[in-house]
């Protein structure tokens, strides 16, 4: 089967969009600043593959697939290189090495900012608008900064203690893996640390304990703009398929989960 892709969209400036007799000017991806990839598979998933060609095409975000690591292509001895003995199932090594193999691309680059999707997330209609205020507010691209954009782990700021014209928050740790934005001394320091050390859990935690100890700034967007489709109920997981819940059981969850936390916060 040939490789996915997603083909490129080449986004500049800003549209403009004929509404009610007037013309207002709308957001578009920085596409010149960001470099962007989806972690996807090789084979299988389809309606995730055509559900994220959706949503990044409706934004004119110029996104390609990254199906390296996939399940099938990582070998015993590279279990054994790379975790410690029994830490991980193949699938949540497959998808750290996913993320890791992004970072490395993305250093080859020359672009400043790498936005990460896994393939199963949901985009805001503004998503653009808030992209950019990230980055606006972020200011320098050479901090060494990572901004959680997505609400998979359903961590969030008090409702009490958000502040008006403020996005990004300082947090303690990572949200999810899901959707997530980095400078280019994060991804080099990261890959730097996985290359000295084997892992001990999936990437979420892995990379909470290497941002703690390489000094990187933990930065939550509010509110965030993306979601991700295994926990709103529109997806079945793929890491850990045997303890599936129904899916209208997970929408409930979810919607009861994320506005009450929304309230009062968890981080």
Same mark, same amino acid.
């Given at each position: 089967?040939?490789?996915?892709?997603?083909?490129?969209?080449?986004?500049?400036?800003?549209d403009s969009?004929?509404?009610d007799?007037y013309?207002?000017q709308?957001?578009?991806?920085?596409?010149?600043q960001?470099?962007?990839?989806?972690?996807h598979?090789k084979?299988?998933?389809?309606?995730?593959?055509?559900?994220?060609?959706?949503?990044v095409?409706r /934004?004119?975000? $110029? !996104?390609?697939w990254?199906?390296?690591? #996939?399940?099938?292509? =990582? %070998?015993?001895?590279?279990?054994?290189?790379?975790?410690?003995?029994?830490?991980?199932?193949?699938a949540e090594l497959?998808c750290s090495?996913?993320?890791?193999?992004?970072?490395?691309?993305?250093?080859?680059t020359?672009?400043?900012?790498?936005?990460?999707?896994?393939?199963?997330?949901f985009?805001?209609?503004?998503?653009?608008t808030?992209f950019?205020?990230a980055?606006?507010e972020?200011?320098?691209?050479?901090?060494k900064?990572?901004?959680?954009i997505?609400n998979?782990?359903?961590y969030?700021?008090s409702?009490?203690?958000?502040?008006?014209?403020? /996005?990004?928050? $300082? !947090?303690?740790?990572?949200?999810?893996? #899901?959707?997530?934005? =980095? %400078?280019r001394?994060?991804?080099?320091e990261?890959c730097?640390?996985?290359?000295?050390?084997?892992?001990?859990?999936?990437?979420g935690?892995?990379i909470?304990?290497?941002d703690?100890?390489?000094?990187?700034?933990?930065?939550?967007?509010?509110?965030?703009?993306?979601?991700?489709g295994t926990?709103?109920?529109?997806?079945l997981?793929?890491?850990n398929?045997?303890?599936q819940?129904?899916?209208?059981?997970?929408r409930?969850?979810?919607?009861?989960k994320k506005?009450?936390r929304?309230?009062?916060g968890?981080?």
């Amino acid at each position: 089967m040939a490789n996915k892709k997603l083909c490129p969209v080449t986004v500049q400036g800003v549209d403009s969009q004929k509404a009610d007799g007037y013309t207002r000017q709308m957001p578009t991806f920085p596409a010149d600043q960001v470099y962007v990839r989806v972690c996807h598979v090789k084979q299988g998933y389809e309606d995730r593959e055509q559900h994220i060609a959706r949503q990044v095409a409706r /934004h004119g975000i $110029p !996104a390609t697939w990254y199906l390296h690591w #996939d399940v099938s292509d =990582i %070998t015993d001895e590279e279990v054994e290189r790379l975790t410690v003995p029994g830490a991980l199932k193949l699938a949540e090594l497959s998808c750290s090495l996913k993320h890791i193999g992004i970072w490395r691309e993305f250093l080859q680059t020359d672009k400043p900012y790498c936005l990460v999707f896994e393939d199963d997330v949901f985009l805001a209609a503004n998503f653009n608008t808030k992209f950019n205020a990230a980055l606006a507010e972020l200011g320098d691209p050479n901090r060494k900064a990572v901004i959680y954009i997505g609400n998979a782990g359903t961590y969030y700021i008090s409702a009490f203690k958000l502040k008006r014209g403020q /996005h990004l928050y $300082p !947090a303690p740790h990572g949200r999810s893996t #899901d959707s997530y934005i =980095i %400078t280019r001394s994060v991804a080099a320091e990261r890959c730097a640390w996985f290359d000295a050390r084997k892992m001990s859990a999936p990437i979420g935690h892995e990379i909470d304990g290497a941002d703690a100890a390489l000094g990187v700034e933990v930065l939550w967007f509010e509110r965030p703009f993306v979601e991700q489709g295994t926990h709103n109920g529109a997806f079945l997981t793929s890491i850990n398929p045997d303890s599936q819940r129904p899916l209208w059981y997970k929408r409930i969850e979810w919607q009861y989960k994320k506005y009450r936390r929304q309230l009062v916060g968890h981080m």
